[in-house]
């Protein structure tokens, strides 16, 4: 019998949308963005489409160092048969205490599953590259920041939905706020992080994107034309978002010994 000590992280994508034709073409699907931003070297990503009902096994979860589960068109508080089953992973993977990254759909289902509540957003529509505030009790909620340089009061973001937190699960903190929305981001512990944009996302997926909801009538062209005129003044902060979820995800954990026969 021979022990290893297996250093290698292993992460896991839970897709809740389908790849658009463009972020096919362009960057070969949603998982390579994703993975492109999160992924470093000698790590193993997997890829389960929940969208498609294809979910990782019970038996599988704990050799996984963390989830993130992407943004979505479907509303984070309906009742198809992969949300619901969705929300049941969740909740195992909070008991577990996994860590978890839930992006826009991502940050509302993690909500909903962890007892929360998901509507409307009261405000409409909200597209574009938005400035975020963060509380000022920021560090204390996030101890996975603690080696930052340099945190901002302030992060521009890019933000595409029109659902949004009501009402945050009851141990969750809210650690960043907006003018339009109340709950732009929210922790649990060291475990649970949900952000309401999209870290991962550049400048010409969202110009694709608004320019898909135009055509399937969800805003008009007035709306997106807007959108689009200030999107061109402003730069999203992404190494800030990306560095905020690197550190969140890749907290230190012990690897666990793998008996070899």
């Not at 250093?7 to 034709?21: E, F, N, P, T, V």
């Not at 839930?102 to 909500?111: A, D, I, N, R, T």
Request: glycine share 8%.
């Amino acid at each position: 019998m021979k022990i290893d000590v297996v250093d290698q992280k292993r992460y896991a994508l839970l897709l809740a949308a389908r790849d658009s034709d463009y972020v096919r073409m362009k960057y070969g699907g949603y998982f390579n963005v994703f993975v492109d931003v999160y992924g470093s070297e000698g790590e193993v990503w997997d890829l389960f489409r929940v969208v498609d009902g294809e979910f990782p096994e019970d038996k599988e979860l704990n050799k996984y160092d963390g989830f993130i589960v992407s943004g979505s068109p479907y509303d984070a508080y309906g009742d198809d048969i992969w949300i619901l089953r969705l929300c049941l992973l969740l909740q195992t993977l909070d008991f577990m205490k996994k860590k978890v990254l839930g992006v826009c759909f991502g940050h509302q289902v993690l909500c909903r599953a962890l007892g929360g509540h998901v509507g409307k957003a009261l405000g409409g529509w909200e597209v574009g590259i938005k400035q975020v505030s963060f509380v000022d009790d920021f560090l204390q909620y996030c101890p996975f920041m603690q080696d930052f340089h340099h945190i901002p009061h302030h992060a521009s973001i890019i933000e595409c939905h029109q659902d949004e937190v009501w009402e945050p699960p009851i141990d969750a903190k809210v650690i960043a706020y907006s003018e339009k929305t109340a709950v732009e981001a929210f922790c649990i512990d060291d475990h649970i992080l949900g952000i309401q944009g999209h870290p991962e996302y550049t400048k010409d997926i969202l110009d694709n994107l608004i320019g898909r909801l135009v055509d399937n009538n969800s805003i008009d062209m007035d709306f997106a034309e807007e959108a689009r005129k200030k999107m061109e003044l402003v730069e999203p902060d992404r190494k800030f978002w990306e560095e905020m979820c690197r550190n969140f995800l890749k907290g230190r954990k012990e690897s666990r010994p793998i008996l070899l026969c």
